[in-house]
């Protein structure tokens, strides 16, 4: 069977313990592997795992440029690469060619982290409109961290604003369109047709009369498997999407690789 993960993160070797122990004390989240690219790996063989959409963040444009480089020059035919970008980065045009020219697929933004609102057109309308013309996707972070609260940088609603605004853009949204608020997925986010979203964080904690709701409206073609791994837990994410009661054994195929197979490949 072929299996996508379509959430991960990894950072070079060098430092991606320093930066694993730092995120997940921001957030207080539990980790689930070392971070590193021969980890990723290693997980991947064990579960049957084909490939991985690799995504970087940096948290303030002065270490794009660099998180990019290395991006680019690393090789490695199993990882789907997606760079990063940030708002007030200035050369977004030249750099959004730079990553397309390296094979790159899109980007991934991360506003939490990087402490900007994505529907705030003043200084993230630009990288849009500049990646939509590229061709490149973009992977925006939805939802609580973990928990939702009133300074939460990301809803499904900003989501809903620039999927509007920008209707040639393909976004996913991570965690089934919005990390513990599925409620607002459901009713804002699901049916927008350049919307797709990925399943980390979700089937172990999503009731899952609401996780059918959102699917059945949404359409299960455009949702994909992801761990958000080294946050998540691979093997069990992937028995979760595994496990799915309301979905049909071809449904769960298409979820977990042939879904975003035909969305990077096809």
Partial sequence: ????????????????????????????????????????????????????????????????????????????????????????????DDEIKRLKDGGVKGVKLQPDVQQFTPDERLHTYHMYEALAKQGLTVMFHVGGEPLPSPHDRSKPGMILNIARDFPELKIIAAHLGGLNMWQEVYELLAGMPNVYMESSLSYEFIEPALAEKIIRKHGHDKIFFGTDYPFGDVKISLASARSVPFLTEQEKENILGRNAWQFFFG
């Fill in 1 to 92: 069977m072929l299996i996508i993960d379509t959430h991960t993160h990894i950072f070079p070797d060098t430092y991606a313990a320093a930066v694993l122990q730092s995120t997940a004390k921001m957030f207080n989240v539990p980790t689930f592997g070392k971070a590193t690219a021969a980890d990723l790996l290693e997980k991947m063989d064990a579960e049957g795992i084909s490939f991985a959409v690799i995504h970087m963040v940096s948290p303030t444009p002065t270490g794009v440029i660099d998180t990019n480089t290395w991006l680019i020059r690393h090789q490695q035919e199993r990882f789907i690469k997606f760079g990063t970008l940030h708002p007030l980065f200035k050369k977004c």
